[in-house]
């Protein structure tokens, strides 16, 4: 019963690296969404998919993109990395009755 | 998110003592969602409010949504240490997009 898994738990780039942040959930949950938390920020939501193969920016999409090409994954892309992205990120899920959302351990990022 | 405002965004308080955690929204909430956060870790589910009037407790936390669907409150009674972490609102809205917003959070800190 693993829920939602992300990968990779820590992870130093490089400014103008490109990295791939890997999300999966194994409950079959129709919605994925992608969160970046900063000190006193809470929150805020890059971009959302309400199934395979539909996706939607959220609040702060700029500078990430994301596909979902299987109900299972739903990874966040980094073109260009920049020290403003140094950030926690957070991968989560919900079923279509939206009873709750199931969150990663989340994945701490450093640009340098 | 300016959609959703939580206050306030700190609180010490003793050991004991009762407090209250606010989370407004602008407009007419589908679903409002607490979360706890420790430091450095990922979020716990606490409970979800849709309906108005609603009211949901778990051990000594209680949280409210109000008739309108706009505002909720979380209370904790006789708090004690292992409360003290980071409360997140985050709310849902009306229409089948699996999107869902933060307010900034609530840092606790309970002093023994």
């Known amino acids: 019963n693993a829920g939602v898994t992300q990968t990779p738990k820590f992870q130093v780039l490089k400014t103008g690296q490109s990295m791939t942040l890997q999300c999966a959930q194994d409950m079959n949950h129709e919605y994925m969404s992608w969160y970046r938390q900063d000190p006193g920020m809470g929150l805020r939501l890059i971009h959302y998919?309400?199934?395979?193969?539909?996706?939607d920016q959220g609040e702060v999409p700029n500078g990430y993109n994301v596909s979902r090409s299987t109900t299972e994954d739903f990874p966040l892309r980094l073109l260009s990395a920049a020290p403003s992205q140094t950030s926690v990120y957070f991968c989560?899920?919900?079923?279509?009755?939206?009873?709750?959302?199931?969150f990663g351990s989340g994945t701490r990022l450093t640009v340098v | 998110s300016q959609e959703l405002e939580q206050s306030p965004q700190s609180l010490i308080v003793q050991e004991g003592k009762n407090l209250t955690i606010n989370c407004t929204s602008s407009?007419?909430?589908?679903?409002l969602y607490w979360y706890k956060q420790k430091y450095g870790e990922g979020l716990i589910f606490l409970m979800m409010?849709?309906?108005?009037?609603e009211e949901k407790s778990h051990e000594k936390i209680t949280a409210k949504l109000d008739e309108k669907k706009q505002q909720s409150s979380l209370h904790i009674t006789a708090s004690q240490p292992s409360h003290a972490g980071i409360y997140l609102c985050?709310?849902?809205?009306?229409?089948?997009?699996?999107?869902?917003?933060f307010g900034q959070g609530t840092t606790l800190q309970v002093k023994p």
């Open positions: 409010l849709q309906k108005g009037g």
């Open positions: 989560a899920s919900s079923s279509l009755n939206r009873a709750s959302y199931t």
């Open positions: 998919s309400v199934g395979a193969g539909i996706t």
């Open positions: 407009k007419t909430l589908y679903g």
């Open positions: 985050g709310a849902s809205y009306s229409g089948n997009t699996g999107k869902l917003i």
